[in-house]
């Protein structure tokens, strides 16, 4: 699966939106880009996945370039409740399911 | 979206012993698991790939003798530490990926498992 390239921390004021960027220049044609996110000491939580299009739902959008080696995931009024480690991830899309390899993420800080 | 728990949620044993971890998906089937290792400031490491019905993939360097994964259901997917040591304290996380083919599976996390061995 392709590498992502992520910010290792950003900070983002309460009821602004938060704007992640994520790098994947080596992206592969059936590949697909996710978000998850994960609060401090709990498991992961699912965000948002996409191929190209950008994709939007109740907690997120999700911006790909139309070349798909970057995407940004956009959180329109973020909380204090979003403060978490973001992964951006890319996966092989397919009948099978392949693996999902975490990087290191981006520290989202939310504040007052 | 789709629930996965994990019991328990919080284990302290002695040096020597084995530990238990199960991980369920409670309100969907899924034919594949996955185990993960998080360490303190660190990113999931993946340890397993566990099929319903057939033995677990490891993952290089992660022990199949120490670590043992089974599927029997699924719905229910299970690891055992065994002989457990301090170095294998650490926070452990299942995932279920919902049944059926297609790039719409979704995978979810279940909350954890802190293990501390004394």
């Known amino acids: 699966d392709a590498k992502t390239t992520q910010p290792p921390s950003m900070d983002c004021a309460e009821g602004r939106a938060a704007n992640l960027p994520c790098n994947h220049s080596?992206?592969?044609?059936?590949?697909?880009v996710y978000w998850y996110r994960q609060i401090h000491s709990q498991g992961p939580q699912y965000i948002i996945h996409g191929l190209k299009n950008n994709e939007t739902n109740e907690m997120a959008s999700l911006i790909i370039t139309e070349d798909r080696k970057s995407s940004t995931l956009i959180l329109p009024h973020a909380t204090l409740r979003d403060t978490a480690v973001y992964y951006c991830?890319?996966?092989?899309?397919?009948?099978?399911?392949?693996?999902?390899?975490f990087g290191q993420g981006t520290i989202l800080t939310v504040h007052p | 979206g789709a629930v996965v728990s994990q019991h328990p949620s919080r284990v302290i044993c002695k040096s020597g012993t084995s530990v238990k971890i199960e991980c369920r998906s409670l309100d969907f089937q899924a034919t594949t698991m996955f185990w993960y290792r998080q360490f303190p400031k660190q990113s999931l490491m993946l340890m397993a790939t566990?099929?319903?019905?057939?033995?677990?993939?490891?993952e290089q360097g992660v022990e199949k003798d120490k670590f043992l994964i089974n599927h029997a259901s699924l719905t229910l997917s299970t690891l055992t530490v065994t002989s457990a040591h301090p170095e294998d304290s650490s926070f452990y996380i299942c995932?279920?990926?919902?049944?059926?083919?297609?790039?719409?599976?979704?995978?979810?996390f279940g909350p954890g498992t802190r293990l501390t061995v004394l």
């Open positions: 995932s279920a990926v919902t049944s059926g083919t297609g790039p719409n599976r979704e995978q979810f």
């Open positions: 991830i890319v996966r092989r899309g397919g009948t099978s399911y392949g693996k999902l390899t």
């Open positions: 566990s099929n319903e019905g057939s033995k677990a993939t490891y």
């Open positions: 080596t992206i592969s044609g059936n590949e697909y």
